[in-house]
């Protein structure tokens, strides 16, 4: 490996340099002096972060997919197969190509292909694998901070083998642990789209570790590699393919360099600057590659954050007003003033993270537009710390305390400035995933102050106590806040209480409960929430649709219309629109409303479906068949689209086009049982009885509970002809093998039976056939089976029996005795009418033969049929 050397090597014979080491960390301060807390060995330290961490959360596990999931993960068309894996790279997080207008403009291809994954090793959409995986990395990422806090509180030391040093197990603990157990991480981890947080903070944290295995100290001196800084650079970007923060680590190596490494006096060189002290020729900066590693940092996070550029386009990501309210006020100061509000509301998160809340916009928090509005101090409070801890950061003479106070606020504000609205609008006033990365920040601090506490209490043992509340406080606050991300029921209604205000809470709430099919109750939160936000767009067309389908259509009318003019792009709206136009038989406007929600949206499927049935009602077939063909261009699986079809087709007489409908539709969706019901009640109208009875049962099979499935299997059987046959065709005959042979057509075993009148069966003939003479009232009540067969059959069994010559087909009535047959007209006792083959052309002879009620080839008769294959 190629190294830079950075000082002189005039440690050269130090005998131990491990026990130097030791001896010059002892002489610096070191927090775990002063902190009254555990001392454990490295790896059981990480055991106990692990399993602390894992029990915070073990309970979200089973947990639902919630809120943004939906769209995410389970209507995200990237986690399919049928994607080309090329395609993330080109799509944003939830699925949209990036160039499109309407695109989130969020890009963390890394995350949308651990999702895909998991969809594809649990072969669907079940929510647990993605839980545990959550779950673990949160983990990972926990055990990753004890060292990371090691470095961190007690700088970067090694020993002679080039072994890194922790110099503070305690304190380093004790923040890893406040990182683990911290209620506001439960966003990222319970929520399966926090992944994207979780895998950025843990490539975050690699890149972090990686830039930090670039230094060593050997026995020639102080080395650095340049292979780690740009392995650094390399995690950096993937952290920052998981989410956007990921490229501010490369910020906060920079910062760990001069801070850490350098030692640099921020204050002192910020004077030497301003009074162009010549003493910064020797101030090592060239001489120990801090600013060639600076530039190698720099250039790398140029050429990131160009390609991601690219890629992404040049246009901004749209965002609406009720997103982001601050971000659209008209005068500048009412922006900055609220922006504050918001870093003092994440501050506070952090602090006391007990109103909890899976969205902070939509009125949830007011906006500040007077400097007499109370809000104020909580800025003015936020702004009051973050001076003191930055005048203490620079001007403290005591160099460990600068170091820790620079790190912990760096780690704290750095991470946060993409989510700060300082370059660039976001999509949310408040938002509690992102500030998983920012709370490392935090820990430093609190651990810190812990540290000074301590160092100035006398009874160290109740500030120990005291934080260890702390700590158990939070396990019991991520445990329940776990258990109210496990559904969105739990989630939506745990949010009334934290932001009563929010109209956005209001309409999740209603839309769960609608969903479940509780519209009365929905619709006293949709009410509620268009009273909070009397523009919320979304929550008129969702409450217009329930009164719609009450038939209140005048007051659904009256919404969607609203919710159109105030945003005439609203496509849904429209379309919805035109659903009660059409209910109120105000056709003309109902077409037009289809036709300008299609404007707005070309490819809509449900709202060609719509203007189908329009067009259908109208009598306008033709319009009709078009409008549902496109809506299954646009989408192929849209079964209802597909059915409409069929059954219109079917309804005019197009049999033959109806069929082929049907088969193109049941090869894109095979497992539909509408459209094979569909499909078999054409193909029975078409005489197609085999195919048609198998469809029927098929659909049966799939949804047992629909009576018509039944029915008009019932009504396909009667269609079907009934044939009593009584001979070698009987089952265990020798001639039952055609019976089955479905190349010869469909028969269907209905049940047993005997005739109703007495007939002749007498065993004939060299080669021992059955006949049945036709003179009712001699012989006996002849017995055999009941089949209904399709017309292919009956024109076999016609061939078969030599039928006119040899046998002739009529009409008997035969008394059921079992009956077995689906949907049938026959009964135990009852009688039906039945094709049979008997003979009216026979030898007189035969007359004077034995009289038989039932045949058996095998019988005791000894008159053995010969097969026509045996015969001479």
Not at 75 to 86: F, S, V, Y
Not at 862 to 870: I, K, N
């Amino acid at each position: 490996m190629f190294f830079f050397q950075i000082f002189n090597q005039h440690n050269a014979e130090a005998p131990n340099l491990e026990q130097a080491f030791h001896r010059m960390a002892q002489m610096e301060p070191n927090l775990d002096h002063d902190i009254p807390w555990f001392l454990l060995p490295s790896y059981w330290a990480k055991m106990v972060v692990a399993l602390i961490s894992f029990l915070c959360f073990a309970n979200s596990y089973d947990g639902d997919f919630v809120f943004d999931d939906s769209e995410a993960i389970i209507n995200n068309k990237d986690l399919r197969a049928e994607t080309p894996l090329g395609d993330l790279w080109y799509h944003d997080f939830w699925g949209s190509k990036l160039s499109s207008n309407t695109s989130h403009k969020s890009y963390r291809p890394l995350t949308v292909l651990t999702f895909r994954m998991n969809y594809f090793f649990a072969g669907g959409f079940y929510p647990v694998g993605f839980h545990v995986i959550n779950i673990i990395l949160h983990c990972t990422i926990s055990v990753l901070m004890v060292d990371v806090f090691s470095i961190l509180l007690g700088g970067l030391q090694f020993s002679n083998k080039g072994r890194r040093l922790n110099l503070a197990p305690k304190s380093s603990l004790l923040a890893a642990l406040l990182f683990a157990v911290h209620p506001v991480h439960t966003e990222c981890v319970a929520g399966i789209v926090g992944r994207a947080d979780l895998l950025c903070a843990l490539f975050f944290l690699l890149s972090f570790l990686g830039y930090c295995k670039a230094f060593r100290e050997n026995k020639e001196g102080h080395t650095f590699s340049v292979f780690w800084v740009l392995v650094s650079v390399v995690l950096g970007a993937i952290a920052m393919l998981c989410k956007e923060q990921g490229i501010t680590i490369l910020g906060l190596n920079a910062v760990f360099d001069a801070l850490v490494i350098n030692k640099i006096n921020l204050l002192e060189l910020i004077r030497k600057l301003l009074y162009k002290d010549k003493s910064l020729e020797n101030a090592g900066l060239l001489r120990k590659g801090l600013l060639f590693r600076i530039t190698l940092l720099m250039c790398g996070g140029a050429s990131i954050l160009y390609i991601r550029w690219r890629i992404m386009g040049t246009g901004p990501p749209a965002f609406t007003e009720v997103d982001n309210p601050a971000s659209f006020a008209d005068s500048l100061f009412v922006r900055a003033i609220n922006y504050n509000y918001y870093y003092s509301l994440n501050a506070w998160l952090l602090l006391c993270p007990w109103w909890l809340c899976f969205d902070w916009s939509m009125g949830c928090i007011p906006l500040i537009k007077s400097v007499s509005d109370w809000r104020i101090i909580a800025l003015a409070a936020l702004w009051f710390c973050l001076i003191g801890l930055m005048c203490q950061a620079l001007c403290s003479e005591d160099s460990h305390k600068r170091r820790i106070l620079t790190l912990g606020l760096g780690f704290l504000i750095i991470p946060f400035l993409p989510a700060s609205n300082l370059f660039f609008r976001v999509g949310f006033v408040v938002a509690e995933r992102v500030i998983y990365l920012p709370s490392i920040g935090y820990c430093i601090l609190f651990t810190y102050g812990f540290s000074l506490l301590s160092k100035q209490a006398k009874k160290k043992k109740i500030l120990a106590v005291a934080v260890l509340g702390v700590l158990l406080v939070n396990v019991m606050r991520c445990a329940l806040r776990s258990s109210q991300w496990r559904s969105e029921e739990q989630l939506f209604r745990s949010a009334l209480s934290v932001c009563p205000l929010n109209a956005k809470v209001h309409y999740n709430v209603g839309k769960n409960l609608a969903d479940k099919g509780n519209q009365s109750a929905a619709i006293k939160y949709y009410r509620e929430a268009v009273r909070l936000n009397p523009k919320y767009v979304h929550a008129m067309n969702n409450l217009g649709n329930i009164l719609k389908e009450r038939n209140e259509l005048h007051e659904a009318e009256e919404l969607l219309s609203l919710a159109v003019q105030i945003q005439p792009d609203f496509a849904a709206a429209w379309m919805n629109l035109g659903i009660v136009q059409n209910s109120l038989r105000r056709f003309e406007e109902a077409e037009q409303s289809y036709w300008t929600a299609i404007k707005h949206r070309k490819k809509y499927p449900d709202c060609y479906y719509n203007l189908g049935r329009l067009y259908a009602d109208l009598n306008r077939h033709i319009d009709a068949l078009n409008a549902w063909r496109n809506a299954t261009v646009l989408k192929p699986e849209h079964s209802l689209a597909w059915n409409n079809m069929i059954i219109l087709l079917d309804n005019t007489g197009n049999l033959a086009q109806a069929e082929a409908v049907g088969r193109e539709a049941l090869e894109l969706i095979p497992n539909d049982h509408s459209l094979m019901f569909s499909l078999a009640n054409v193909l029975g109208k078409s005489q197609k009885y085999k195919e048609s009875e198998a469809l029927f049962l098929k659909a049966i099979k799939a949804n047992p509970n629909a009576a018509s499935y039944h029915g008009n299997l019932a009504a396909l059987a009667s269609t079907m002809a009934r044939v009593f046959v009584y001979g070698t065709l009987k089952k265990g005959q020798p001639n039952y093998k055609h019976m089955i042979n479905t190349a010869k057509g469909l028969a269907k075993f209905q049940g047993r039976g005997r005739t109703a009148e007495k007939y002749p069966l007498v065993i004939a003939g060299k080669y021992n056939i059955p006949y049945m003479l036709n003179i009712p009232g001699t012989g006996h009540h002849i017995a055999g089976e009941i089949y209904s067969v399709d017309e292919q059959m009956l024109r076999f069994l016609d061939e078969f029996e030599g039928c006119p010559d040899m046998y002739q087909r009529t009409l008997m009535r035969i008394q059921v005795v079992e009956w077995e047959g689906k949907g049938g007209a026959g009964e135990a006792d009852g009688e039906l009418e039945c094709f049979v083959y008997s003979t009216a052309t026979y030898p007189p002879e035969w007359l004077g033969l034995p009289y038989h009620d039932s045949y058996d080839s095998s019988g005791k008769h000894g008159l053995a049929y010969v097969l026509r294959e045996s015969r001479e």
